[in-house]
């Protein structure tokens, strides 16, 4: 099995970085393989443009970069996206790859007279979002629950791919980090058990 895990950083010596290489190490000491797609380092333009629109709006063919992402997640059976967190979401670079990448068309059909088709039931996906608040500050505001409606709900159960795991890396700038790391691989040595034993 296959997975594509975006990273949404720009320092490559961040905890982000760092986890997203232990979900890729999880993953080949199980035998599967992964690809990274490293959003900053690769120079992903995240702003989605009047093409993008005309995309949206009329099934125009996507931009060559978005064609490229597309095809990315065409190979994997997992996506895995690791991200810090930014005003209590994903950062724009990654928000801004979600907007472009997951179009109508290939993501969902829809139209004004048609319901929608939920198209990524093949893809799990697989969370990992790192912040520096701890857990009490998440509940006492209801952050958790607004981005687990926003973005496992919002994006990719609209879109019909199952989310396996969503997870909250907290206090990460405060001794958790390690536990973090640990918790990275064991994602990624979990992450296609299930096939493992359904074979």
Wanted: glycine share 8%; charged share 20%.
């Amino acid at each position: 099995m296959h997975a594509l895990i975006v990273v949404a950083h720009h320092d490559p010596q961040s905890l982000t970085h760092s986890v997203a290489l232990e979900v890729g190490a999880g993953l080949a000491a199980t035998g599967h393989t992964f690809e990274f797609a490293d959003l900053a380092a690769e120079g992903f333009d995240p702003r989605y443009t009047a093409a993008d629109h005309l995309v949206h709006r009329t099934r125009a063919m996507p931009p060559t970069d978005v064609l490229a992402e597309q095809a990315r997640l065409e190979r994997a059976d997992a996506l895995v996206l690791a991200f810090p967190i930014y005003w209590w979401s994903m950062p724009a670079l990654l928000k801004g790859w979600v907007d472009r990448v997951f179009v109508n068309g290939w993501a969902i059909d829809y139209g004004p007279e048609t319901p929608v088709v939920k198209k990524l039931q093949h893809l799990q996906v697989h969370l990992l979002a790192l912040g520096g608040a701890d857990e009490s500050a998440f509940d006492r505001h209801g952050y958790a629950k607004a981005m687990n409606t926003q973005i496992d709900y919002g994006i990719f159960d609209y879109c019909g791919a199952p989310v396996l795991t969503s997870e909250l890396l907290l206090d990460s700038e405060s001794g958790a980090a390690q536990a973090h790391l640990h918790r990275a691989r064991a994602v990624g040595q979990g992450m296609f058990q299930r096939e493992l034993v359904a074979g």
